[in-house]
Structure formats: C-alpha cells, structure tokens
C-alpha cells in the first residue's frame, strides 16, 4: 500500500472535532489577517480549517492524500499535491505569508525536507505554526520507563501506529531549525492533565478517564503545561519565521 492510499483511507476513519473560536485564536493568531496561507498537510479540514479560510486572503490546501485534496477542490479552494517522496509541491519560491502544519511531521518519513519545503515557499518574514504530539510529555514518558511502549494513534490497533517520528521540545526546535527557521518559540498545545499519567499504569489507567470525565477544571494543574510545556504539555505548538 502507498501512502496516497494509506492517508485516503485513514480519513475514512478517522474524523477530529473542530476547534472552537477560542481555541483558533490562541493557536493559530499569527496567521490571522495574512494574504496567502498554506495548510501543509490539511486534512478533511474538520478542526481548524473554515476558521483560518475566514480569517486569511487566500487558502492553500496541501496533502498527499487525494481525499484530502478533492475535499479542498469541492469548497472552492486552492490545493497542492503533496509529493509523497520527496514532500515537494508544485509552488514557486516565496509564495506564502504563512503556514500551518497541525499534526503532520510525526507522520512524515522524512519531516526535515518537509520543513525544507515549508521554508522554501514562505516569503521572507513569514511565519510557520506547527504542532506535534510531545513525546516528553510526563504519561509518556512513563510509559516509555515502566513498559517500554510509545504512544499510538489509532489507539484501537497497537501494531499500526500512524505516528512514525517523535518530538519533544528540543528535537522540534532542531528541526525547524535544521528547516532554515528562526526565532522559535515552542510552548503548549492542548488540554494535558496531570491525571494522565494513569495511563502508564496498565489497569490503573480507568483513573485517568475518571478523572477528566468528573473531575473540575483546576484539579487537573493544566498552567503546568504552559509552566513547563516540555514535561506537561500533551502537544507542543511552535511558532518560527523565515529570516527576512
């Protein structure tokens, strides 16, 4: 199976929930109000996209899966063929005034020339939000010491993990860094809860869905993640420029 083929039929699958206003401008504010804006890796487009194609000029969709790409074409939109084996797509240099990669280089075989590529097509100045899973997150970690396991995504088949590569805060830097970006600040991305940690506790793990199911808001130290996103973010968010 190639990879267009994998990602057209993960997106049958596979459905997240749209974020909701307040969570667009706390992660995705330095896009809003730009001319031209590429969502490198795009998706169906379910959590974020209808607010960034409100909030920018002009909407680039690209990904490697044709799903993907035709669902971009049907509301009217711009898309780009990612190429699967060298992460290129058909665009000139300097092209964009930003972009967005949401959970996309922890699927990538080759995540550094996909941040090449990103690099590439940004105007300079331009500005690139990405996300990734953290790694470093505390349950994680955990996870990794007391059964030597890694997180998986889908979680319901434990052999067919769709993340292939793993970040933490210092590898992100490096690789937007390696990417030929500048002036990198990474901090938290989604909701973490110290409760998680339940989860790299085999059974005890019910404590865990307990507790973000019943417990209120402030019992689950969630500041902790923007204190020290490093160890108690889930996600980590990075914001980088291209050098002007």
Not at 11 to 35: A, T, V
Not at 216 to 236: C, E, I, K, S, T
């Amino acid at each position: 199976m190639n990879v267009e083929v994998f990602y057209d039929q993960y997106w049958q699958q596979h459905h997240c929930q749209e974020w909701d206003e307040r969570c667009f401008q706390r992660y995705l504010s330095p896009l809003i109000g730009l001319e031209r804006v590429l969502d490198y890796g795009c998706g169906l487009g379910l959590a974020y996209q209808r607010h960034l194609i409100r909030s920018v000029k002009s909407y680039t969709g690209a990904d490697v899966a044709e799903a993907a790409l035709s669902n971009v074409r049907a509301k009217g939109l711009v898309s780009l063929k990612v190429n699967p084996d060298t992460s290129a797509i058909d665009s000139p240099d300097n092209m964009f005034d930003g972009a967005t990669t949401i959970e996309v280089f922890e699927h990538l075989f080759d995540p550094l020339r996909a941040a090449r590529e990103i690099n590439r097509v940004l105007k300079p100045g331009g500005v690139l939000v990405a996300t990734v899973p953290n790694f470093g997150y505390h349950t994680w970690r955990m996870l990794a010491l007391l059964r030597a396991q890694v997180p998986l995504e889908p979680h319901s088949n434990r052999y067919d993990g769709v993340h292939i590569r793993f970040f933490s805060k210092l590898m992100l830097k490096r690789l937007l860094r390696d990417g030929g970006l500048i002036d990198i600040k990474i901090g938290s991305y989604d909701d973490a809860s110290i409760w998680d940690v339940f989860q790299a506790a085999g059974h005890f793990g019910y404590i865990s869905k307990y507790a973000r199911k019943h417990l209120p808001g402030f019992m689950h130290l969630r500041f902790l993640q923007d204190v020290w996103p490093n160890v108690f973010a889930m996600r980590l968010r990075a914001v980088a420029w291209k050098p002007k």
